[in-house]
Every structure is written in C-alpha cells, then in structure tokens.
C-alpha cells in the first residue's frame, strides 16, 4: 500500500475508523507512519495524539479497543479507511460513536421499514394503520398473513410476471418483518442466525 504521508506538514493523514460488520463510522483520528506501522503489527488501531504529541492506541487505558480487520487507502493515497471491531464504546464520552450515533446494523430502507413498523406496533390504537389493526387482530392473523403471501410468492414465481413476482415478494418482506417484530425481534436477529452458519 502507498500512503502518501509527506503531503501534511506534520507528516499526519486522517483514518476514517469503520466498524467491520455494522459499517457505522466509529470516529476520525490522525496516524503518521510510525502509527500505522504500529497499528499492523500489534492489530490495534493506534494513533498519533496531536494533543498529547505521541502515538497512542485507541483503548489504552479504557480497555475499548478498536482491533484491526483492513485497512484502505484512498485514490489520492493521503486518507485512510480502517475496518475495526470496537471493543466497548469508541467515544470517550462512552457513546458508541464520536457522532454519539448507536453503533448498530443499518439496512438502509429495510431499517427505515422497521422503525415505522415499531411506530405502528406501540400506537395499535390507531385505526388508520393497516400495522396497527394486524397487531390488534394478535399473532394468528399475523403469521396467518406471512403464510398468504408465501404462497402467494410461490404461485407469482412459477409465472413469467416478474411485476407480479416482485410484488408478491414485497408483501411477504413487509408481513414476515412485522411477524419478526411481534415476536420481539428484526432482521438483525436473522442476520446474526446466518452469519453463524458461516462457521
């Protein structure tokens, strides 16, 4: 890897820390060279402390340290990415992010879908919701409906509409994540179910 250290007048780079399976940026340090050497060879994220004028690595004195999974370096060659696995916290002010942002899996619009899900799930009395009055109808309606739209899903794929296919697909995501959520989970649950068919 070719990082261009000697384009700062302190010979300092910014390191993007990332966490290595939620994608959540932890926060934003500076390494010289002799930081990022070290950061390889122990493969804990260490830094050069520009208020303390020395290396220092993240958890030093916290225990939260951030262990090293990759490191990328950007198409200018002077900023780096780093993929860590944050042990505890990675703000000093003891938040999951410097950005005091929760350091957990973003689905993106899935996500989003899960947050309105749970909106409708703790306001069932609202009588314009179509998530609210499942919640009321209780889980046999519930899981009733994740089974219509399986075999709805099954039917739609042995035709050649792909719209139909898709729509019918849509509906099983939506009923099967509000399925997930009244039996006190999300996606996030399944996921880690799969990543430990990995091993």
């Given at each position: 890897?070719?990082?261009?250290?000697?384009?700062?007048?302190?010979?300092?780079?910014?390191?993007?820390?990332?966490?290595?399976?939620t994608k959540a940026v932890l926060m934003?340090?500076?390494?010289?060279?002799?930081?990022?050497?070290?950061?390889?060879?122990?493969?804990?994220?260490?830094?050069?402390?520009?208020?303390?004028?020395?290396?220092?690595?993240?958890?030093?004195?916290?225990?939260?340290?951030?262990?090293?999974?990759?490191?990328?370096?950007?198409?200018?060659?002077?900023?780096?990415?780093?993929?860590?696995?944050?042990?505890?916290?990675?703000?000093?002010?003891?938040?999951?992010?410097?950005?005091?942002?929760?350091?957990?899996?973003?689905?993106?619009?899935?996500?989003?879908?899960?947050?309105?899900?749970?909106?409708?799930?703790?306001?069932?009395?609202?009588?314009?919701?179509?998530?609210?009055?499942?919640?009321k109808l209780g889980m046999n309606k519930?899981?009733?409906?994740?089974?219509?739209?399986?075999?709805?899903?099954?039917?739609?794929?042995?035709?050649?509409?792909?719209?139909?296919?898709?729509?019918?697909?849509?509906?099983?995501?939506?009923?099967?994540?509000?399925?997930?959520?009244?039996?006190?989970?999300?996606?996030?649950?399944?996921?880690?179910?799969?990543?430990?068919?990995?091993?």
């Amino acid at each position: 890897m070719n990082i261009d250290f000697s384009k700062s007048a302190d010979g300092l780079i910014p390191a993007i820390i990332q966490d290595s399976e939620t994608k959540a940026v932890l926060m934003l340090g500076y390494m010289n060279a002799e930081a990022y050497q070290k950061t390889v060879e122990t493969q804990k994220v260490t830094f050069f402390s520009r208020s303390k004028q020395r290396l220092w690595t993240k958890g030093e004195e916290s225990g939260n340290f951030l262990n090293l999974v990759d490191i990328k370096n950007d198409c200018d060659g002077d900023t780096l990415l780093i993929q860590a696995k944050p042990v505890g916290p990675t703000c000093h002010t003891g938040a999951d992010t410097c950005w005091q942002t929760e350091n957990k899996s973003d689905y993106g619009f899935i996500s989003t879908l899960e947050d309105t899900i749970e909106l409708r799930k703790n306001n069932a009395d609202s009588e314009k919701s179509y998530v609210a009055s499942l919640f009321k109808l209780g889980m046999n309606k519930i899981a009733q409906k994740v089974g219509e739209e399986a075999v709805e899903v099954v039917i739609e794929a042995k035709d050649d509409n792909d719209d139909l296919f898709l729509s019918e697909s849509a509906d099983l995501l939506f009923h099967y994540l509000i399925l997930l959520q009244a039996k006190g989970f999300k996606i996030d649950d399944v996921v880690e179910v799969l990543k430990s068919r990995q091993k």
